[in-house]
């Protein structure tokens, strides 16, 4: 079955710092898509990216990036130079063909807390 | 295209009550899901359509819970009977096909008291 694991409860950085957000998942399936959502206090859940399996070229939106790496099962996020703006919960996600290829399968969620 | 709109934003009710929550999709969305995320965990899968058709309800939803989407425009959830355990935000999404453009709404904080 699938799984997603993210390690890191919460976080809690200075405004400029660089952050990781850790992302580990398990699946059967050869294909398969990643997805990373963040949720600001508001609750909405605000798309980030989403990954096929067969893409492995990392990506990079202005302060954003990603890290997908197949050999380890995981999909690393880094911010950086972090803004308070950033806080928020971020949730890594798979879906994967075994069963459904429509059902987000999400992680626990990381908080990341930015300060001034 | 104003994104996945959903209604009412919160709502309190007393146990034993029934509640009706509306999702509006994005309009050109075939695929419509409701997940519950409730606090401190990620989302969890409910159900899903596919245009007019329920093609999957989770395990999660007992036979208090129904989903409907007429027409494959709008949909709504129902919880008959509320428990306590109901309080959740329950959020819908929906997408192409393709999984292109999975975008959820801002979610309906449900509270049963």
């Known amino acids: 079955a699938q799984k997603v694991t993210q390690a890191q409860t919460e976080i809690s950085v200075v405004e400029k710092e660089d952050v990781t957000l850790d992302c580990v998942y398990e699946?059967?399936?050869?294909?398969?898509?990643l997805f990373w959502y963040k949720q600001p206090p508001s609750g909405e859940l605000v798309f980030l990216i989403r990954r096929n399996s067969f893409d492995e070229q990392n990506e990079i939106s202005g302060r954003y990036s990603w890290n997908f790496q197949k050999s380890t099962s995981s999909f690393n996020f880094t911010i950086t130079a972090s803004q308070v703006v950033d806080s928020a919960v971020y949730f890594c996600a798979l879906i994967d063909s075994g069963g459904s290829n429509y059902k987000l399968t999400f992680g626990k969620g990381t908080l990341l807390t930015v300060n001034p | 295209d104003t994104g996945v709109s959903q209604d009412p934003r919160h709502k309190i009710t007393k146990r034993g009550q029934n509640v009706t929550f509306r999702c509006d999709p994005i309009?050109?969305?075939?695929?419509l899901y409701w997940y519950r995320q409730t606090l401190g965990q990620g989302p969890e899968f409910l159900t899903y359509?596919?245009?007019?058709?329920?093609?999957?309800k989770s395990r999660l939803l007992s036979d208090r819970f129904s989903a409907e989407r007429p027409k494959g425009s709008f949909s709504t959830l129902e919880i008959q009977r509320t428990e306590q355990g109901d309080s959740a935000m329950y959020l819908c999404?929906?997408?192409?096909?393709?999984?292109?453009?999975?975008?959820f709404g801002s979610g309906t904080r449900l509270t049963v008291v």
């Open positions: 699946t059967r399936d050869t294909t398969y898509y």
């Open positions: 309009s050109e969305h075939n695929r």
């Open positions: 359509f596919q245009n007019e058709a329920q093609l999957e």
């Open positions: 999404a929906s997408s192409l096909l393709t999984l292109e453009g999975y975008t």
